[in-house]
């Protein structure tokens, strides 16, 4: 039996950054995720790292300006959660309603108010747990 090379998994370092276009993408994609999952304003810019009222008026209205790193990580992550529940539930409203549901995992508080916590490693954690969830079926 003869082995063959595996090509390596490439380090974080060697993962392309998020670019501009891309960015614009992800902001256009959460401002309907947000209104699927029947966000506040105020609970959109929390989730988006404390964004001021005026930047997520203009994103609403279709203009996105420069959007930093850790903002576009913010919403890879807001994404990621989004796939989850996707996957998790057939039905889409299912799933955007789950969000706000109170949780016995989560203490008996909802998704929504774990995320709401502000900080982008809360954002990480729901969906590294989301991931988990449907890994286990």
């Known amino acids: 039996m003869q082995l063959h090379p595996i090509d390596p998994t490439p380090s974080r370092d060697q993962i392309s950054a998020i670019t501009d276009a891309e960015g614009g993408a992800l902001a256009r994609a959460t401002v309907n995720l947000f209104q699927a999952w029947g966000l506040t304003d105020a609970e959109a810019r929390n989730l988006l790292g404390g964004m001021s009222a005026r930047t997520w008026a203009r994103w609403k209205e279709g203009t996105i300006g420069r959007v930093d790193r850790d903002l576009k990580m913010r919403m890879a992550h807001l994404m990621g959660i989004h796939k989850g529940l996707r ?31 502000g900080e982008i490693s809360d954002l990480a954690r729901m969906r590294d747990w989301l991931d988990a969830e449907r890994g286990a079926w």
């Open 87 to 117: 996957y998790l539930f057939r039905d889409p409203a299912r799933g955007y309603a789950w969000v706000r549901k109170p949780n016995a995992a989560f203490g008996g508080s909802s998704a929504l108010d774990f995320m709401l916590r």
